[in-house]
């Protein structure tokens, strides 16, 4: 599933794979603002059919966090 | 829900409204429509022109994230397009008289930021599909 997420990602937001790694913030990795984050919530859900809640978000700062969010609510 | 009252959704108002019949099937999916006619302002020689499809589209999310408000008894605001992606047009253009179906999905929501999908076709022949961000 990380193998997947991470050439997903670094496709999707045009960075290099090797920069995300499990203990890098997100938003700082990604060049994340507001808009572009609903990018990433929405390939999570298609990707891997996890709904990424609003409340939820602030929570997942590093890409280690969004891996265990990922898999805990995976179906 | 269906409706022609689509004025009670969104806060755009002739010339520029451009979906004429609305319906909300669930959270994440709508439905609506658009038959152009000669007064229309997005028509050059009588075919519409590409942003007015991106218009009925914005317009149509709109009208989604606007009957949402409502039924939680928030007032309907002014969106933005924040961003449109993964876009392609169909070969033709629709005309006067033809009418735009379109299908419209939430792929996700953060705050007040939604990413749509959408589809229009117009006698079962795709007009454009994308992604749209709106921002209300």
Known sequence: MIKKMVSILASEFEV?????TPEANIKETMHLDSLSLVDMV??????????????????????????DYVYKNQK | MTTDDITSLIPQRPPILMVDRFSYEVDSLC????????????????????EGLLEHIAQTAAAHIGYRR???????????????????MGKRMPTVGQTVMT???????????TMVSAESTSNGVTLIECRMKLAN
Do not use: W
């Open chain 1, 16 to 20: 290099e794979e090797d920069v995300i």
């Open chain 1, 42 to 67: 929405g390939l999570v859900e298609e990707e891997f059919g996890v709904e990424i809640k609003t409340a939820d978000l602030p929570t997942i700062k590093t890409f280690a966090d969004l891996y």
């Open chain 2, 31 to 50: 439905h609506s429509e658009l038959t152009l006619k000669e007064d229309n302002m997005f028509l050059h020689n009588g075919s519409m022109v590409p």
């Open chain 2, 70 to 88: 409502k039924m939680a008894g928030e007032e309907v605001n002014l969106g933005f397009i924040g961003d449109i992606k993964r876009c392609t």
């Open chain 2, 103 to 113: 299908t419209m999905r939430v792929v996700s929501q953060v705050g007040n930021i």
